[in-house]
């Protein structure tokens, strides 16, 4: 069974910075990508980053220049460095595994909570 495991999140003020780590468990035969998603209350939950097998990266806008996603593969987890945090990064992040073949696995969430 695989299991998603997020670290790292907290609270923090406006300008600082925290670090998200999702370490992977289990069997899973072919990652095709890894990524992290956000839901802020009253929102849907929307793509922050992800990154693919080939290590392409991809960021939402409002998180380009300020976000690095990042893999330890040996490790199996993947990181988000969070820069220059804003009131409205404040959320809950997810991070998402898929599957070469379609399986989609979530881990429970991590709470990121930016003051001013």
């Known amino acids: 069974q695989v299991h998603l495991v997020e670290s790292g999140g907290g609270l923090v003020q406006a300008g600082g910075s925290l670090r998200l780590s999702c370490e992977v468990s289990?069997?899973?035969?072919?990652?095709?990508?890894m990524g992290w998603y956000r839901q802020a209350p009253g929102n849907q939950r929307e793509l922050a980053a992800t990154i693919s097998a080939t290590g392409r990266i991809k960021y939402a806008d409002s998180v380009k220049d300020r976000f690095t996603i990042s893999t330890d593969n040996a490790k199996r987890t993947v990181y988000l460095q969070m820069n220059s945090l804003k009131l409205e990064d404040t959320a809950v992040y997810y991070c998402k595994i898929v599957e070469t073949w379609g399986a989609t696995y979530w881990g429970q969430g991590t709470q990121v909570t930016v003051s001013s």
């Open positions: 289990g069997y899973i035969s072919h990652i095709d990508n």
